[in-house]
């Protein structure tokens, strides 16, 4: 088994190995990949869909990503992406320290609901110490506290049709000519009811920051951190992704990078 999880792992380090090679700057997409028709953006989709075959084949649905230690907390969680949203929604509700915050769960449930920051905090918590990495290669460790994701799925009902959950957040990650785009970003079900899936509100023992997410961030430990969705406004249960973004279910995924960035 060991030896699998190594191949795996090798292969994928090889695919950022090699994407790596491509200027970057921040988070930001390849340029020609921007180009929704490129055949290069097609076949690194299909390697996509393969890869994500073969994670679910080796990987079981409850394998935990390593956990560390208070003493492996060397700095703080470097800030990454979007850090300080400036929408109208989001200035007011930080504007009260999230006191009127509503974090809405919808989609295909039996019953829609919505939760505020201390009812969230009121819940049965998680604490996890883990480490996050970037695609553009740096990683950081920290603690993690937050409401178990299947915690909630559990209280509205998921239906038996819907096969993802859909992140939408606050902050706009593009602005253009054709409007604003705000992150979204979306896990299947066995990541969503994974036990280190949480709906995380505090990190290192302190309330989450802005600059990390506040009031409420996702941490989806076996995946990178664009999987991480930052700034959480909606919880969205769907059967597929024909009405999210253009289509391939996450802000970084339309760009042409991988849907499923497990590590
Ligand atoms: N809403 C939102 N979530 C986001 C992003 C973002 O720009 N907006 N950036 C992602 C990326 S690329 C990373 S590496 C992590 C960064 O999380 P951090 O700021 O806590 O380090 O958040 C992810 N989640
Ligand atoms: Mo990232």
Not at 110 to 136: G, K, N, W, Y
Not at 236 to 244: A, D, N, T
Request: aromatic content about 10%.
């Amino acid at each position: 088994m060991s030896k699998l999880v190594i191949s795996r792992r090798a292969l994928l380090r090889g695919g950022l190995a090699s994407a790596a090679a491509l200027p970057l700057s921040g988070c930001s997409a390849f340029d020609f990949l921007q180009d929704r028709d490129n055949a290069i953006r097609e076949f690194m989709i299909s390697i996509n869909r393969l890869t994500y075959r073969s994670h679910r084949l080796l990987l079981s649905p409850d394998q935990l990503a390593p956990e560390f230690t208070q003493a492996d907390i060397r700095q703080d969680q470097h800030p990454n992406g979007s850090i300080d949203p400036d929408t109208a929604d989001y200035l007011a509700l930080k504007e009260s320290s999230f006191a009127d915050y509503q974090l809405e769960v919808d989609g295909l449930v039996e019953r829609p609901a919505r939760f505020s920051l201390s009812t969230l905090q009121a819940m049965p918590s998680r604490t996890q110490i883990t480490r996050h990495d970037c695609v553009e290669g740096w990683s950081c460790i920290a603690k993690w506290q937050g409401v178990p994701l299947s915690q909630l799925l559990d209280q509205v009902g998921v239906k038996p049709e819907a096969r993802f959950v859909i992140f939408h957040c606050f902050d706009a990650i593009e602005r253009g000519l054709s409007g604003e785009i705000l992150y979204y970003e979306s896990i299947d079900l066995i990541d969503a009811r994974h036990p280190q899936t949480i709906l995380a509100y505090a990190m290192n023992d302190k309330p989450l920051p802005v600059a990390n997410g506040a009031p409420i961030r996702v941490r989806v430990e076996r995946q990178l951190g664009y999987k991480m969705a930052k700034y959480i406004r909606r919880i969205e249960l769907v059967s597929e992704f024909s009405q999210v973004g253009f289509g391939k279910g996450s802000y970084w995924a339309d760009q042409g990078y991988e849907w499923f960035a497990g590590i």
